[in-house]
């Protein structure tokens, strides 16, 4: 079956360090990938589309990376703060949008 | 300025009743859905409807019935309520397949007792 998956470890960095995040997909080819960002009771919050035919994007202290070839795609937050502390998910989409389990960030001071 | 709203934000219920929940966007969007989020936090699709027309029917129980009654109102009924469907239930919202990305609401709480 189709699958998204994210390292279900949370990740836990010192502020101002550089937050890397895995989001792998099997069974598939999304046409393009979603990141989100989910606090705890709120519902998840768009941040970023990848589409397959672009390797990078940026938008603010944000990048993320699409590699067909390994089926993979990296979610950076650069100069991490606090208050990006929070539960990230990653989503695969084209039909219908199939998300991971989402990797949980805590960022300390 | 709520985006996506649903309502309640919490429900807690018997075992056997039935209840339902209510979604409405304003974003003017044309697809609307439902995912549950188990306690896993896993986001699964139940139901997309794109302008009342109901376009994803996940393999969910027939006790699960959506409704949409204009392209701004999504609602979820569900009948004979059961311990397994204690979960956080989100309603979204996006233009056409998504590409801008997906508008969630706040989620409602369900708890079955």
């Known amino acids: 079956s189709q699958k998204i998956e994210q390292n279900s470890e949370a990740l836990n960095i010192q502020e101002g360090k550089t937050a890397t995040l895995t989001c792998n997909y099997t069974?598939?080819?999304?046409?393009?990938l979603q990141w989100y960002r989910q606090d705890p009771g709120r519902g998840p919050v768009f941040l970023l589309l990848?589409?397959?035919?672009?390797k990078e994007k940026r938008k603010e202290r944000l990048k993320v990376t699409f590699d067909t070839t390994l089926k993979q795609s990296l979610f950076h937050i650069t100069a991490s703060q606090p208050a990006d502390s929070a539960t990230y998910l990653c989503?695969?989409?084209?039909?219908?949008?199939?998300f991971g389990q989402g990797t949980e960030l805590s960022v300390k001071p | 300025d709520t985006a996506v709203s649903q309502t309640p934000k919490y429900l807690v219920t018997q075992m056997g009743n039935d209840k339902s929940i209510k979604c409405e966007q304003n974003?003017?969007?044309?697809?609307m859905y439902w995912y549950k989020q188990d306690s896993k936090k896993f986001l699964k699709i139940m139901f997309s409807?794109?302008?009342?027309?109901?376009?994803i029917n996940e393999t969910v129980p027939n006790r699960f019935s959506p409704k949409s009654p204009d392209k701004a109102h999504l609602n979820l009924h569900i009948n004979s309520l059961e311990l397994g469907d204690s979960a956080v239930y989100f309603c979204?919202?996006?233009?056409?397949?998504?590409?801008?990305?997906?508008?969630f609401g706040s989620g409602t709480r369900l708890t079955v007792v």
């Open positions: 989503a695969g989409g084209g039909g219908k949008l199939i």
């Open positions: 069974n598939y080819s999304p046409a393009y």
């Open positions: 409807y794109n302008n009342k027309e109901l376009i």
């Open positions: 974003l003017g969007h044309d697809t």
């Open positions: 979204a919202s996006s233009q056409d397949q998504g590409d801008d990305g997906y508008t």
């Open positions: 990848i589409r397959e035919n672009e």
